[in-house]
């Protein structure tokens, strides 16, 4: 299988194999207009198997949503033809509706106009908890 | 402007000063009669608790100022489905600070984003209730001498007594305590709070007999042990006794144990112990009122 390389765009690479469809959707890539590629089960030298977007446009990456999902993943930013930038990611301190709180006792299960908010309390064990009732979000 | 939602907010020398404004309004009430004269206080209760909804109004009355609000949600705003920011918006053209009781978790902290006055989190459901925590301070201060240095005791249902885990964090903080906690297998103290007492190399021992702890404590707090929080009726019955404080429970008991309940009880301390000098959860009460005034004053920088 033969993907054309991208001219001006992004290509996440190293993702965790599997995780490819969260990712395409939590960044919103269903929207765009120009190609977008999502390859599965790439073999790799480091991981064995990896999955790879590539992006044809100058896109945004939201690398807070993608800390959070795949902080193994990597950014590269095309432009003609080459990699200009590679961008390494990190848990973020803070996640904006990104996930939701499951607690039914949690404030935002009845105003539910309110923004989700998880700040991250244990950087190790990566745990978000709530904003507003400290449930701990679960994966 | 600063609200107060939950108690590790305050920094232990924060908490000495309130601490010490209590003990003068304790010692001085006359002193602080006048000074919250033309301030007022909103009670915005979304569930029902008397207690609580009166200490904060009687602290307000004893330092001058006035109250106003309302004691459960069917008579507020939030029945023709008003938001909490929009609550929290509106009240602050009305008064100077807010006490928010409400059953969702994190509704004061809502609250606290959008008021342009303080606000106090009156309780969140089962998730804070700082002033409590303050009160149970206070006593312990009031009754030891001292934060540091002390053996507490945590009996009955140590799960889902959101009193004790805040108390427990907010000890934390002190040096030399230790934590003895007493209560059935089904109701030990959540692992997440245990992880704070080892993050920060407390000790603690857990038991589920308190008569063989009970010559070691200092402070014996006690909890409800309720029956909807068990499976089955059996288990209820077979360990509620276990958890009951009798008179004959203290004959092993340090002469200046502090025995300690948030209120209201139930039936785990009996009634003949009120009259021992070491109960302490009526002065407790007492002291809740003191703790919210001195809170009150900190808030709306009443010097
Ligand atoms: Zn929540």
Do not use: W
């Not at chain 2, 404004?21 to 206080?41: F, H, Q, T, W």
């Not at chain 2, 918006?89 to 959008?114: F, W």
């Not at chain 2, 002065?283 to 009122?289: A, D, I, P, R, T």
Request: proline letters at 4%.
């Amino acid at each position: 299988m033969k993907i054309d390389s991208i001219k001006n765009g992004i290509v996440i690479d190293h993702i965790t194999a599997g995780k490819a469809m969260k990712i395409y959707n939590l960044l919103g890539l269903d929207e765009l207009n120009c190609s977008v590629a999502l390859i599965k089960n790439v073999s790799s030298s480091k991981m064995g198997k990896k999955d790879i977007i590539k992006i044809d446009t100058d896109f945004h990456v939201d690398l807070d949503i993608l800390g959070y999902v795949d902080p193994g993943a990597t950014v590269n930013i095309i432009q003609n033809e080459e990699m200009v930038a590679k961008k390494k990611l990190e848990l973020p301190e803070k996640l904006t509706n990104v996930i939701k709180c499951k607690n039914p006792r949690c404030i935002t299960s009845t105003e539910q106009e309110l923004p989700q908010i998880f700040k991250l309390t244990d950087k190790e064990k990566k745990v978000y908890r709530c904003m507003y009732c400290e449930t701990a979000a679960k994966e | 402007m600063r609200s107060l939602i939950d108690i590790l907010e305050l920094d232990v020398t924060e908490i000495k000063e309130l601490i010490d404004k209590a003990n003068d309004i304790i010692a001085n009430p006359v002193k602080y009669s006048e000074k919250c004269r033309g301030k007022k206080l909103a009670t915005l209760f979304f569930e029902p608790s008397t207690r609580t909804r009166l200490s904060f109004e009687a602290a307000m009355y004893e330092l001058g100022g006035n109250v106003l609000g309302f004691s459960e949600a069917q008579s507020s705003s939030a029945a023709k489905g008003e938001s909490i920011a929009d609550t929290a918006k509106t009240t602050s053209c009305y008064a100077d600070i807010i006490a928010m009781r409400h059953p969702k978790e994190g509704a004061p902290l809502v609250a606290a984003m959008n008021a342009s006055i303080p606000v106090i989190n009156a309780g969140d459901g089962g998730h804070n209730h700082p002033t409590q925590t303050l009160t149970d301070l206070l006593t312990i201060q009031r009754e030891k001498g001292r934060l540091n240095n002390l053996t507490v005791g945590f009996c009955g249902d140590l799960k889902f007594g959101r009193t004790v885990h805040s108390l427990i964090n907010a000890l934390s903080r002190y040096e030399n305590i230790k934590f003895v906690l007493v209560s059935p297998e089904e109701l030990k103290l959540p692992s997440y709070v245990k992880e704070t007492l080892k993050k920060n190399n407390l000790e603690y021992v857990q038991t589920t007999d308190l008569d063989s702890v009970m010559p070691e404590l200092d402070i014996l707090y006690m909890t409800r042990v309720q029956r909807e929080r068990f499976f089955n009726e059996e288990d209820y019955l077979r360990l509620k006794d276990s958890y009951i404080l009798r008179p004959e429970r203290l004959n092993t008991a340090k002469a200046d144990l502090a025995i300690m309940h948030p209120l209201p009880r139930v039936n785990e301390i009996s009634v003949e112990i009120d009259s021992d000098p070491r109960a302490c959860y009526f002065k407790q009460v007492l002291n809740g009122k003191y703790i919210r005034m001195a809170l009150i004053l900190k808030l709306l920088e009443v010097e």
